[in-house]
């Protein structure tokens, strides 16, 4: 039996992924960010993250994709995804897997609260590690 080892993919092939399996839902900025949030993601699994948020999207009767049901999607799919839907538990955990790679901003846009909310959960005491990895706007 013969195996081939193929690494992980880049973050251009991840974005690549994406566009292809979310088929241009997202903008391009959408995209980036969820790039850098399936970093250590093999393909495989960006597939099924991206056929997860599709399916949510199309059950839940929408008609857009949002990027908050495509970053959960991702953190689901790599086992990072915290066990409730506390909001204060998602800010850390993105912005500890983001680091500068998004704004407080965005975060909060992923997690559906304000970059002040965003930056408030951060400052709180013993987040020191997340707050100085997360950027501000």
Sequence with gaps: ????????????????????????RLGEHDIEI??????????AG???????????????????LRLEHAASAVMRT?????????PEEWVRSLAGRL????SQG???RIVGISQSQVSRILNQKGDTRARRAAATD
């Design 1 to 24: 039996t013969y195996r081939v080892r193929l690494g992980l993919p880049s973050p251009a092939s991840r974005s690549e992924l994406f566009r292809r399996f979310l088929r241009d």
């Design 99 to 102: 680091g500068r790679k998004a």
């Design 78 to 86: 790599l086992g990072d995804a915290p066990e409730t839907d506390n």
């Design 46 to 64: 960006i597939k099924q993250a991206c056929d997860d948020c599709l399916r949510a999207m199309v059950l839940g009767g929408e008609e857009e």
């Design 34 to 43: 969820l790039s850098s949030l399936s970093e250590g993601a093999t393909g």
């Design 106 to 108: 965005q975060i909060g």
